[in-house]
DNA sequence: CGTCAAGTAACAATTCCGGTTGCGAATATC
DNA sequence: GATATTCGCAACCGGAATTGTTACTTGACG
């Protein structure tokens, strides 16, 4: 797989999960579908299990579930989980002694600042539901 | 230096340009200045070279200087000049035989692709002149 | 108690990117 | 014309980040 594949593994996932909400998945199913790892599965779904997306079980008849509906679950909530930006931030500098360097890091700040926003709104009109 | 900072050292070194837009410098300067190395300062304004944003000249006196007006080079021109995106691309799956990843993949695609034109929309409203 | 599955830590493999060196080409100065 | 200076470019190194993998622990169910 390749770079910024947490996304895609967890839209993914939970994107067969809002078709049969009730069926539960177990991580090495998971990966086999994606064509992953378990483990990797697990790194991920983590994140949204502790964002309150997911429930898992241990043991026997464990696995993954939706922990509410997925009329419920839009992809903002999933990106926000995620804790993973797709706006690239800029590079702080370590001493902002210039003010030329100062300006156009408060300027291009700002402007990638209303970019995420905005891709925040745009990515919390659509849930898991909507998307087959 | 950090990630994504070929941006910010194009962008910078501009910026110092716009103020004093009739002085050669030196990839040497430049990269003394913005704490890097002469080799790196190349590769970047080399791109912003070919796009029509700078003239490099060699030799004695050499150096880099704006082709155009500050005021007519927008922030948009430097991000697209280098061609390296601010914005994350959906990871492309190789076998896309699966519904569910299709429709995610065009439905974020799109998403992104709309955040996209918004960015270079909001870079253009701006020029290197205005930054100071 | 044994099995199954998540949780987690640790490590390897890969990729990406900036930094560095070296050399060639072009141009100004002597 | 010789020399010095500067860009252009290719090759390689090293660090950082990410994914893949193994191994072990924890918890639940039959």
Redesign the pocket.
Known sequence: ??????LSLALHTLGHMAGDPDRM????DIAEHAG?????V??V??RL?KAGLLD?????????RLARPPQDITLADVYLALD?SLIATMAEEDAPNCSVEHALHRKVSSVMEDIERSLIERLAATTIAEVK
Do not use: F, I, Q, Y
Request: glycine share 14%; aromatic share 4%.
């Open positions: 797989m390749k770079r910024n594949s947490r998945r177990t991580s090495a992953t790892n378990p483990v990797v697990r790194r779904l983590g299990r898992a079980e241990k043991g026997h008849s464990g696995g993954w993973e």
